[in-house]
């Protein structure tokens, strides 16, 4: 494994830092959805390096996709959560194992962000286990009509377009699941977004479906195979989860070291302290092997060889590190840590979500442990490979 990024790699991280400073770091504060900066994103093809050229993107692969994410989260985390849905666990989804007519019609608008994804798993009754998923979706012949609810969805008052998963049979468990594309301006669609803790940019709702309706070629996978549909899209999405904690981990970095520089205390710099250097050698440390996870990780996801255990790892991980630093910058900052006058309160609020976010903290340290011990191996045989996405 080359640890060296390539020059076109280097080149839009460049450009991806640029936009950070310029267009998101003045606006960091306003507390709402930008659409125009996903728009901005989409054109510079942010959201589509794991994409070939006919769906908008530029096939640099997974590695520049995590490169990419983490320079934003960098200066704004509540976007992190853009790069999931318009570059993963949506379009990359209805790529993976949509209809011709799907492809054709969804995926390029969303990579290029002229259309706003969603992805719907989560429900009121129903988190981790996604098997039990409540939503019923039915067959009519020409379409599908779904009815139920979701909740804690990402996107969901603003999107144009939702990847939702349902079930034709709850007693058959993830043999029930089914997955289907689905417009949102519909009148059965209903919203109302959930007040949070953190990543004030990215909004997110409570979801209402009635009879709602799915051309036929919206379905995605095989009737009742929308499980495996939901475990590579995961897969995808928690690379981009695990990037944006790395972000937000650097981000602490940044601000104590320049906080460290010119806070005095007992006439010289903090920095001088032996305590706050520890600090800091910790911060670093933990991010540097956070950064390096999710690399390898994403790396085996362009090596097209399985990365399931692998990107678990990264974002347990790197969850953990961005929760562990964030607490540790608001240590070094001291009271004006607790301040609202200073960014390290936001990443402080931002980082708890890297802990919960694509499978909680818990589920990926069961899905470590199980695969150690030989009860479940993580690493399957890929479930659908792409490969032929090469040639479009």
Known sequence: MNFELSNEVKAIQKEARRFALKEVQPRVEEEHFKRDLVEKMGNLGFFGCAFPLKYGGSDLGFVAHAVICEEISRVDSG??????LQGMTVPYTIMEWGSSDARQHYVQ??????KIGCTCFSEPNVGSDIASIETQIEDKGDYFLLNGSKTWISNGTVADIAVVYATHDPTLKH???CAVVVETDQPGWQTRETPKLGDKSSPIAEIHLKDIRAPRENLLGQWGGGFNVAMTAL???RISVASGAVGISQACIDCCVDYANTRIQFG???????LVKGNISEMVTLTEAARLLVRYGTWLNDQNRPFTREIAIAKYFAGEVAAKVSGLAMEIHGGMGYSLELPVQRYYRDAKLYQIGE??????RILIADDALGLKKANRQRLH????????
């Open 385 to 392: 490979v792409p490969s032929e996405f090469r040639d479009l």
């Open 175 to 177: 043999r029930g699941l």
């Open 79 to 84: 976007l992190r959560s853009l790069f999931n």
């Open 235 to 237: 897969d995808r999405g």
């Open 359 to 364: 499978g909680t903290a818990n589920i990926m």
């Open 268 to 274: 010289r710099p903090i920095a001088e302290y032996q």
């Open 109 to 114: 608008e969303l990579v290029l962000g002229k």
